[in-house]
């Protein structure tokens, strides 16, 4: 059964960091492009960064760039999101999702191209 589970969510003050993995089993992550969205209370879901299956070429959200950073490690069949100078507005849960394909480039504004889900993480941005 194809799953993704993420952990590392948690409470952290402003201008700290926190590191999310997302663990992917049932399936080989190698061909899928993988992303990290989030959703706050109240908002819509919103792309935060994805990685593509060649090459591991990134694509980050404006709001996001320079302060954080995807990767992945095919062996491990994880994905990972890194969060520096994390600030109360993205206090949020985050979700990593897989989109089957093997391209160049990814997308975090197409959602509906991403066929599977984790159950979220939250993370929490407060002093």
């Known amino acids: 059964q194809l799953q993704l589970v993420e952990s590392g969510g948690g409470l952290v003050q402003p201008g700290g960091s926190l590191r999310l993995s997302c663990a992917a089993s049932?399936?080989?992550?190698?061909?899928?492009?993988m992303g990290w969205f989030r959703q706050a209370p109240g908002k819509e879901r919103e792309g935060v960064a994805c990685?593509?299956?060649?090459?591991?070429?990134?694509n980050y959200a404006d709001s996001v760039k320079g302060r954080f950073t995807i990767s992945r490690d095919n062996a491990k069949n994880t994905v990972y999101l890194q969060l520096n100078s994390l600030k109360p507005e993205d206090t949020a849960v985050y979700y990593c999702?897989?989109?089957?394909?093997?391209?160049?480039?990814?997308?975090?504004?197409?959602?509906?191209?991403?066929?599977?889900w984790g159950q979220g993480a939250q993370v929490t941005v407060s002093s």
């Open positions: 049932g399936f080989t992550m190698t061909i899928y492009a």
């Open positions: 999702a897989a989109d089957p394909g093997l391209n160049y480039y990814c997308s975090i504004s197409d959602v509906g191209s991403y066929d599977y």
């Open positions: 990685i593509s299956s060649l090459r591991s070429s990134t």
